[in-house]
């Protein structure tokens, strides 16, 4: 990994980590689901309250977890308020490649903005679980699913 993402990575993780962005219970979501990783123990429940236009107007989220996917999931929410399911779908799929190394997040970082630090992850294969639980969980509960998410 080039140092500049390195950098990128760990900052953003430590202060996604240590001051979680939208972290709390939502009373008016319309979606509500678990996602958990039992490998390392992290488990959260996603918020989502999308209106008639498939626009997601809050997420939150909120339990407890590894640095890793709490810092995930604060960047995801930060990054997806406002946006459409359709747009939240897109960069589910381009995290997913991200998180695996198979984009450069050089090429991407103008459209991506923060999700490019978990680049980083790829180097530690068994952390990728992490970094996609509350991706995984959103994706699951915009497309109506109520079935709790396991990554095992
Ligand atoms: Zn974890």
Redesign the pocket.
């Known amino acids: 990994m080039e140092n500049e993402f390195r950098e990128l990575y760990q900052d953003i993780i430590m202060d996604h980590n240590r001051s979680p962005r939208n972290f709390h219970k939502m009373k008016e979501a319309t979606h509500v689901l678990d996602g958990q990783?039992p490998l390392?123990?992290?488990h959260y429940t996603l918020y989502l309250k999308v209106n008639d236009d498939q626009i997601i107007e809050d997420i939150s989220f909120y339990g407890s977890?590894?640095a890793?996917?709490k810092a995930s999931a604060s960047v995801m929410s930060a990054m997806l308020k406002g946006q459409s399911i359709e747009k939240a779908d897109q960069f589910f799929k381009l995290f997913q490649k991200i998180v695996k190394g198979e984009v450069d997040p050089a090429e991407y970082l103008d459209k991506i903005g923060k999700l490019a630090a978990f680049s980083g992850v790829s180097e530690f294969p068994i952390?990728v679980k992490?970094a996609t639980l509350p991706w995984h969980t959103m994706h699951k509960a915009v497309h109506g699913s109520n079935e709790k998410v396991s990554t095992e």
């Open positions: 990783n390392c123990g992290d977890g590894c890793i996917s952390r992490c």
